[in-house]
C-alpha cells in the first residue's frame, strides 16, 4: 500500500491571547511527529497576526527539524 500524506491549513484570523494554549499546540506537534510523522506533507499558516509569533517562538523549540520545514 502506498502512504497517503495530507495537508493542512491553518486559519489564524481571530488569533489572540484570550484562545492561547501553548500546552495543546506541543501536544499536536508532538502527537504528529511521534505517531504521524511521515503523514503530515504540509502546514499552511494563513492570516497569521503578529502576536503569534511570540508564541511561536515557544512552541518551534520542541518541533524537530524533519517537521519544522513542512511549515509554509
Given at each position: 500500500m502506498g502512504q497517503e500524506k495530507f495537508a493542512a491549513v491553518i486559519d489564524l484570523r481571530g488569533?489572540?491571547?484570550?484562545n492561547c494554549d501553548i500546552r495543546g499546540y506541543v501536544a499536536a506537534l508532538d502527537?504528529?511527529?511521534?505517531?504521524?510523522?511521515?503523514?503530515l506533507g504540509r502546514v499552511f499558516l494563513?492570516?497569521?497576526?503578529?502576536?503569534?509569533?511570540?508564541?511561536?517562538?515557544?512552541?518551534?523549540p520542541f518541533?524537530?527539524?524533519?517537521?519544522?520545514?513542512k511549515f509554509v
Open positions: 488569533w489572540g491571547y484570550a502527537i504528529m511527529q511521534s505517531y504521524y510523522p511521515e503523514r494563513i492570516h497569521v497576526p503578529y502576536m503569534f509569533m511570540a508564541a511561536w517562538k515557544m512552541v518551534y518541533i524537530d527539524d524533519k517537521t519544522k520545514k
